[in-house]
């Protein structure tokens, strides 16, 4: 019963949504309300279709149906409830209908509230088409189309080849909350960018573009939120679950969600000009379809197979000249280079939009326009280098047929650079955009910043070795928080200034944290029996003893070290890095022993344990400011959330600085 | 005005290009090949000694030495080589592990990784578990 169903909800969905597509296209070409109406009809069947098909996968994982293949690869039935639920966003088909459902409920909250009009019929159309490309990829199953077979073949909902009683469960490390929350933060995001994809092209396609503003920045910002707090919850994952010690490795799947979040930071500076004074409202726009075209990427570098990632659910496969195989693998570059000529096609036929003269005409509007540009670029050019050091070397492998790769490297040293350009904005900007209050004030704002950056790059030779990198770094870090610590004299008279300043502050913090982490690290491998100690960084190690327990089925096993931690030979911790074992299917997992301070952490990996020999081997690492890239990320994310609150103003100058 | 708004307009489009062309700048420099095992040890000779990434699937157990290092073989469509690893090697590495290793091939046909990265648990699929069989 739940395979057909599931089936047809879907094959429904896609048909609504093609309906609904057509209806709003002809709804704005044609000026024509009543298809409008009726593509909004097929737009709200096609949400329910989709819904209910989550709510058939939903069941089946709870339920355990191990007749659907997706359920039998997911989940098992000793599985805790929980993992049942996230298992649903645990595999590529499940978080791809989590997406289109995301998507669809954001489509309908955009099209309520209010008349429908030329404005809604365009941006229905944009949502409609965006669903149709989710839906023709989640109904039609590329391998059935390979094989020759018939291929509407909705993945979910695929049948298993065999019906087992038992399914193989989820993998020991995605059995964490972070693994709960991290995707569907990250498909949120991706859904609220659809929608502000669909108001931008609504705007653009109508040759209104400052209108509906406000609705865009909420659907920017609260993606931008969700984004947030999804890079930083599976960075922070990686951290603790995976056991190398670091959070970020450049993988290809990790750029593509890092650059959809550099084009929307770049967006929100923009419409911040857009919205005071109606200028760069093109350029807003196009960031704003640009963010969501990103998103597209990410879904096809994770799922096409055209880049081998880490997190990658597809491998490539060949097409052998099979034009619809070639289709549901590169949909996503099809879909996002049609997206580009339309655009493209508006703005050169938009009418120049009058700025808001008495704001525009002063000099300081001036200057902070040419600011928020500057920085938008900053962030447009880290988020193309990003990009080009991802897909580049797919790129040349192609043309050349060697493979090429990225070194991870001079990933870093690009993130510096920038992360130094970025230090630089935050520290210039403050004093150079407050001259509306008077050059004087701008003038000791500025003293403030310089010798704020010469006072802590002097201290730098006290607190650690010279390093290349490490004063630029602390000196830019220094007169970036004396800048907004300057601007924190006008920040609270308004929310909006406030939420900026906190996000500033926080971008501060998160450079330093990043430095900190790479430039203060220690490592090393040690071998110990009970007893025995070893020190690295100041601290001493002692293992008390080690400790094996299996459960009571004895299918799972786990061994942990008992450390004794020291500091300069007082008592701090007593931490237990531990391995834990399926018996049945040998699978491995290693529980991190992690001991944070504000100043750095301390992180044990318990790598190997010889029973007969007792001796264990384990691997200490101490890395600098650590905690810190966590209270960035959560106060960036407050900083948006708060931005949510707050009177928003409908036509450009409303607000006033 | 015009004017004044064709110079921003050009200087706009200059500093982007010279953001862009500096993040190029930055990334040239690490493009290295990136091979299987068996695309590896097909042209070993040319690739001895350069950085480049392999990947392959761990076969066999995984050896770790007491100064940190870990020695374990990859393999790639019939074809291995012996990995020395001076990156930390996760517990959970074990044999058919997928893996992405950044390093280079040695001369004693060794190749020394500094890097290792695994597959994501979200890629690996385990083999359904078969019913009991018998009485």
Redesign the interface.
């Known amino acids: 019963m739940l395979i057909p169903l599931g089936q047809v909800s879907l094959y429904m969905a896609l048909l609504l949504a093609a309906l609904a597509t057509v209806s709003f296209l002809l709804g704005v070409l044609r000026r024509d309300l009543l298809a409008a109406r009726a593509g909004r009809d097929a737009l709200v069947c096609a949400t329910i279709a989709i819904w209910t098909a989550v709510g058939v996968l939903l069941a089946g994982l709870v339920g355990g149906a191990f007749q659907l293949d997706y359920v039998a690869r997911h989940t098992d039935q000793a599985l805790p409830l929980v993992y049942r639920v996230s298992a649903l966003w645990a595999g590529a088909e499940g978080s791809l209908l989590l997406w289109t459902a995301l998507a669809a409920a954001a489509s309908l909250a955009l099209l309520s509230g209010g008349p429908l009009d030329r404005w809604h019929a365009a941006a229905g159309a944009a949502m409609a088409a965006v669903l149709l490309l989710l839906l023709l990829v989640l109904n039609v199953d590329r391998a059935a189309v390979l094989a020759g077979r018939w291929p509407l073949v909705t993945t979910p909902f695929a049948p298993a080849d065999r019906i087992l009683p038992d399914g193989t469960g989820l993998l020991m490390q995605l059995q964490t909350w972070a693994m709960v929350v991290h995707p569907p933060a990250l498909v949120a995001a991706y859904a609220l960018f659809t929608a502000a994809f669909a108001v931008a092209m609504a705007n653009l396609a109508t040759g209104r573009p400052t209108t509906h503003l406000p609705l865009l920045r909420r659907c920017l910002l609260l993606g931008w939120v969700f984004l947030t707090l999804g890079n930083a919850l599976g960075a922070w994952w990686a951290y603790t679950e995976q056991g190398w010690g670091g959070y970020w490795s450049w993988d290809p799947v990790e750029n593509a969600s890092l650059i959809p979040w550099l084009v929307a930071t770049a967006a929100i500076h923009t419409m911040v000009v857009t919205r005071r004074t109606g200028r760069l409202a093109a350029t807003t726009l196009s960031l704003c379809v640009a963010a969501f075209l990103a998103c597209v990427l990410a879904a096809y570098i994770t799922r096409s197979g055209v880049l081998d990632s880490i997190h990658a659910y597809a491998a490539a496969e060949g097409e052998d000249g099979n034009i619809l195989a070639w289709l549901l693998t590169h949909g996503y570059m099809v879909f996002s280079a049609a997206v580009v000529l339309v655009v493209g096609a508006f703005i050169i036929r938009l009418r120049p939009w009058q700025p808001v003269p008495d704001l525009d005409s002063r000099p300081s509007s001036a200057v902070y326009r040419g600011a928020m540009l500057v920085i938008a670029l900053v962030l447009l050019a880290f988020a193309a280098g990003v990009l080009y050091g991802t897909v580049g070397p797919v790129i040349l492998s192609r043309l050349t047929g060697k493979e090429y790769t990225m070194e991870t490297s001079q990933f870093n040293q690009l993130g510096a650079v920038f992360g130094l350009l970025i230090l630089a904005g935050l520290a210039v900007c403050p004093p150079v955009v407050s001259r509306h209050r008077g050059t004087s004030r701008a003038r000791v704002a500025l003293v403030q910043t310089v010798a704020a950056a010469v006072a802590v790059a002097c201290t730098v030779p006290f607190v650690h070795t010279l390093n290349l990198w490490l004063v630029p770094t602390a000196a830019l870090a220094g007169a970036a928080m004396a800048g907004q610590m300057a601007a924190s004299r006008s920040a609270f008279g308004s929310l909006r200034r406030a939420t900026a300043w906190l996000a500033h502050v926080a971008l501060v913090i998160l450079a330093v944290a990043l430095a900190g982490s790479h430039l203060v690290e220690d490592k090393q491998t040690f071998r110990l029996a009970a007893g025995d100690a070893a020190g690295l960084a100041g601290y001493q190690v002692r293992l008390k003893a080690m400790d094996r327990q299996a459960d009571a089925s004895g299918t799972h096993l786990k061994v942990a070290a008992g450390l004794e931690v020291n500091r300069h030979g007082a008592p701090l911790a007593v931490m237990r890095p531990a391995i834990r074992l399926n018996t049945q299917t040998g699978e491995r997992q290693a529980d991190v022993a992690i001991r944070s301070s504000w100043l750095e952490d301390l992180y044990i990996t318990l790598e190997a344990y010889d029973p007969d020999s007792g001796q264990t081997q384990m691997s200490v690492r101490r890395t600098g400011l650590v905690v810190w890239l966590w209270i960035a990320a959560g106060l960036l994310s407050i900083a948006g959330l708060i931005g949510l609150l707050g009177r928003q103003a409908k036509t450009p100058g409303e607000n006033r600085p | 005005m015009k004017m004044r708004r064709w110079q921003?307009a050009v200087a706009?489009v200059l500093?982007?290009l010279g953001?862009?062309a500096?993040?190029?700048l930055?990334?040239q420099?690490?493009?290295?090949?990136?091979?299987a095992v068996d695309?590896l040890l097909a042209q070993s000779d040319a690739f001895r000694d350069r950085?480049m990434?392999l990947?392959g699937y761990v076969v066999g157990d995984v050896q770790?030495k007491?100064?940190?290092l870990a020695l374990f073989r990859v393999e790639a469509r019939g074809r291995s080589v012996l990995v020395l690893c001076s990156?930390?090697?996760?517990?959970?590495l074990?044999a058919g592990s997928e893996v992405?290793l950044?390093g280079q091939l040695g001369d004693d046909g060794t190749f020394h990784a500094h890097?290792?990265?695994?597959?994501?648990?979200?890629?690996?699929?385990?083999?359904?578990?078969?019913?009991p069989v018998g009485p």
């Open positions: 921003t706009t500093l982007a953001l862009v500096l993040a190029a930055l990334l420099p690490g493009l290295t090949p990136y091979l695309e950085p990434r990947a770790r007491v100064n940190g990156d930390t090697v996760p517990a959970s074990a992405l950044d890097r290792l990265l695994t597959q994501c648990a979200s890629r690996y699929q385990k083999k359904l578990r078969e019913p």
